[in-house]
T-cell receptor, first 110, second 114 residues
Framework: QKEVEQNSGPLSVPEGAIASLNCTYS??????FFWYRQYSGKSPELIMS????GDKEDGRFTAQLNKASQYVSLLIRDSQPSDSATYLC??????????FGTGTRLTIIP | DGGITQSPKYLFRKEGQNVTLSCEQN?????MYWYRQDPGQGLRLIYY???????QKGDIAEGYSVSREKKESFPLTVTSAQKNPTAFYLC?????????????FGEGSRLTVL
């Protein structure tokens, strides 16, 4: 059974600080990793994808992947109240279907 | 605007009734998916379709049925055999099945069984 684990939170971060969200996965063969943001009562939205070891930056978001340690993280710099949401980590192997984690609820405190 | 339209947004059902949730996309995507989300849970895959007239069971297909007669449409029927159908149902699509991680979601349908 392939698993993706996340701390459910809530994670509270002051406005302007860096929010760090972490995710571990069980399948060492997983190749592709994704972060989705889901506002309360809404559907998920893809914000980052990462396929190789290292960092990938997109605006205030940085995804980090370490395949040897089987973890992937998402950093949000200069956190804003609009970043308050649940963040879902997902992993896939080849063309296989995605496996989602249960999500981390992030609250940015003004 | 391109996107995925799900309807209805809210649905109430009595026990023993079948209901059908609609999902239509105008993104010209080949692959479509149905997920279920329960409070505090991740997304669980019900069914997926890579091409027209073909679909596969996901992790929790029991009590559900789908069809894919047109590229744009992938309706989900929640049958009376589904023992705990109250949930948030999400339809998604991807360009192709090789892009399985990059999903576009509809706004969801919230089903409540009375």
């Amino acid at each position: 059974q392939k698993e993706v684990e996340q701390n459910s939170g809530p994670l509270s971060v002051p406005e302007g600080a860096i929010a760090s969200l972490n995710c571990t996965y069980s399948d060492r063969g997983s190749q592709s990793f994704f972060w989705y943001r889901q506002y309360s009562g809404k559907s998920p939205e893809l914000i980052m994808s990462i396929y190789s070891n290292g960092d990938k930056e997109d605006g205030r978001f940085t995804a980090q992947l370490n395949k040897a340690s089987q973890y992937v993280s998402l950093l949000i710099r200069d956190s804003q109240p609009s970043d308050s949401a649940t963040y879902l980590c997902a992993a896939s192997f080849g063309n296989e279907k995605l496996t989602f984690g249960t999500g981390t609820r992030l609250t940015i405190i003004p | 605007d391109g996107g995925i339209t799900q309807s209805p947004k809210y649905l109430f059902r009595k026990e023993g009734q079948n209901v059908t949730l609609s999902c239509e996309q105008n993104l010209n995507h080949d692959a479509m998916y149905w997920y279920r989300q329960d409070p505090g849970q991740g997304l669980r895959l019900i069914y997926y379709s890579q091409i027209v007239n073909d679909f596969q069971k996901g992790d929790i297909a029991e009590g559900y049925s789908v069809s894919r007669e047109k590229k744009e449409s992938f309706p989900l029927t929640v049958t009376s055999a589904q023992k705990n159908p109250t949930a948030f149902y999400l339809c998604a699509s991807s360009i192709g099945y090789r892009d399985t991680g990059e999903l576009f979601f509809g706004e969801g349908s919230r089903l409540t069984v009375l």
